[in-house]
């Protein structure tokens, strides 16, 4: 009932610059926070950066001062721009969203895109 669209990866030289988009669509009432994970062949998924609801942003260590999270709540988007790419930024990101599908019912359901693939490689 709930689904998330990435978009945006690539290959990209190291330095280089990419954005990513990942769009909510389906049966929503509310977001609350959403997020950008990250998984590199051989390792867990880890954390990039979140969102919330009221626009508290969170980053990785590893990605601070290069990595911008944002949103824009009238199109259930949200974005991440990735600055000075390295290397060990290549891997599959993965859109994450904490939504509340009705107005009658305060559950709510933890959804994830697909995922983008980024390679960044000379």
């Known amino acids: 009932q709930v689904q998330l669209v990435e978009s945006g990866g690539g290959l990209v030289q190291p330095g280089g610059s990419l954005r990513l988009s990942c769009a909510a669509s389906?049966?929503?009432?509310?977001?609350?926070?959403m997020g950008w994970y990250r998984q590199a062949p051989g390792k867990q998924r880890e954390l990039v950066a979140t969102?919330?609801?009221?626009?508290?942003?969170h980053y990785a260590d590893s990605v601070k001062g290069r990595f911008t999270i944002s949103r824009d709540s009238a199109k259930n988007t949200v974005y991440l721009q990735m600055n000075s790419l390295k290397p060990e930024d290549t891997a599959v990101y993965y859109c994450?969203?904490?939504?509340?599908?009705?107005?009658?019912?305060?559950?709510?359901?933890?959804?994830w895109g697909q995922g983008t693939q980024v390679t960044v490689s000379s």
């Open positions: 994450n969203a904490d939504i509340r599908p009705g107005a009658s019912s305060p559950i709510r359901v933890n959804a």
């Open positions: 389906g049966r929503i009432f509310s977001i609350y926070t």
């Open positions: 969102i919330t609801s009221g626009d508290t942003t």
